[in-house]
């Protein structure tokens, strides 16, 4: 199991930036690709960002791409998760997800271990 603690939430404006970041421990993270997915009230979960740790390859929602930066940090086993151009509809709980292949996936069942989430508002 890895525990994940996710943290570098907040308020923001609109156009705004945001560096989210998760600490990884408990499991070596070489077969594990790494994900970030939100939550906003009243909706389902949605695949933000996910990067394969061995890799580095990446693969993006489109409602992020161009906006958001997935990476990892190896040597400090962190993934971090660089939103600019933020929008309102960005507005969420942020949560890092692992998923114990080196594969990606879109889905929330995808992951295996969560942590907390991070409350990311965006205002207008």
């Known amino acids: 199991q890895v525990q994940l603690v996710e943290s570098g939430g907040g308020l923001v404006q609109s156009g705004g930036s945001l560096r989210l970041s998760c600490a990884a421990s408990?499991?070596?993270?070489?077969?594990?690709?790494m994900g970030w997915l939100r939550q906003a009230p009243g909706k389902e979960s949605q695949f933000v960002a996910a990067?394969?740790?061995?890799?580095?390859?990446?693969d993006y929602a489109d409602s992020v791409k161009g906006r958001f930066t997935i990476s990892r940090d190896s040597a400090k086993n962190t993934v971090t998760l660089q939103m600019s151009s933020l929008k309102p509809e960005d507005t969420a709980v942020y949560y890092c997800?692992?998923?114990?292949?080196?594969?990606?996936?879109?889905?929330?069942?995808?992951?295996?271990?969560w942590g907390k989430g991070t409350q990311v508002t965006v205002s207008s």
């Open positions: 408990g499991r070596t993270l070489s077969s594990y690709t």
């Open positions: 990067i394969n740790w061995s890799t580095g390859s990446t």
């Open positions: 997800a692992a998923r114990p292949w080196a594969t990606f996936s879109r889905s929330s069942a995808g992951y295996a271990d």
